[in-house]
């Protein structure tokens, strides 16, 4: 990283050192791609396990750690969720090793008195609150989608991840008992290592996305 | 990894070697806790700007990138954010190097003619559809959030993320101008290394947030 440049406001400077070595920035970030093609091989709830027990360390607000995820495996799983996606998203989900419906748990202040003993009167407080309680869901769920995404990729799994769904297609077919929430779709497998030659679609700098105060 | 064991469902089973190696891991999610009172020391533009050239690489929908940074670094605008934050939060938000109020930008289908150039006509279907613009902003936007909480750590930085803030009050200070939309505020400074003392929260396990289908 020490010899390469980055714009910023028009000046040039070496970009600083990161923490990682480059190999792990291009696993992580640089080099990785949304998938649509798998390699052949399975994906083990261990592994899915293992990833979990990454990103689960995560911070989230109040350590509420509202994700979920619904492990669809089953031909017959894989037709009742790929009836509810986007036309171009069923057959990546029919042919997917496995695929993560990204889930919250609108439900879970229930833990509170377990992950934020400090805070478990919330628990109750929240109960009546949940306009409240879907809105925190989903904001550290996602937050969390975030690491997942990494959290795969650091177990040298390929994600794609997919949003084109009827999100309240999923929460019927799926969560109509436990009150979870549908927040993307995630195809998991196999993927090559780093350095696919398929271009990538710009992004936007940090001039374009920052401004100081 | 390999002598590590976790139970899933009640077995105990060796868990799966990630692709990143132990001390990677701890510095990202495994050691890395959310900061409180960070070490002396300046975090510059240029290790901002290091940290969002890794985080940008992450998937969005459609790559519409919706995450955008005010660097709050000046006294006047320390204090026009603390003034905005839940009392236990504003101290640290003067004190902290610098803070990052963590945004998403409402207008991002402006850049799909760039960003997703498949996609460029959702550009102007996206113009009248103001509420599914805004969804989209802040659904990407957390993703995104998660991402650069992994990337400051990936620099080495430490993150303190907070959501005890008056969303709208921020908006209104901030960004009354631009139609950005405050998501969270992140303190970032310099830390310790890995293997802090400090107990962590407990955690719920993959058994807990998981099922198949």
Known sequence: MTTDTTVLDGL??????????DDVADLLFREART???????EVSDEQLAAVYDLVKWGPTAMNTLPLRLLVVRTREARERLAAQMS???RERVLAAPVTLVVATDTGFHQHLPTLAPHAAALKDVLEGQPETREQMARTNALIQAGYLIVGLRAAGLGA???AGMDFAGVDAEFFADNGWKSLLVINVGNVEGTGTPRP??????????????
Not at 12 to 21: E, I, K, Q, R, T
Not at 35 to 41: N, R, T
């Open 12 to 21: 040039d400077f070496p970009a600083p050192a990161l923490a990682v070595a």
């Open 35 to 41: 998938v649509a093609e798998f390699l052949p091989g």
């Open 87 to 89: 036309e171009g998203n």
């Open 160 to 162: 794609g991840p997919m």
């Open 200 to 213: 990538r679609a710009e992004r936007l700098s940090y001039g374009q996305v920052a401004t100081s105060v």
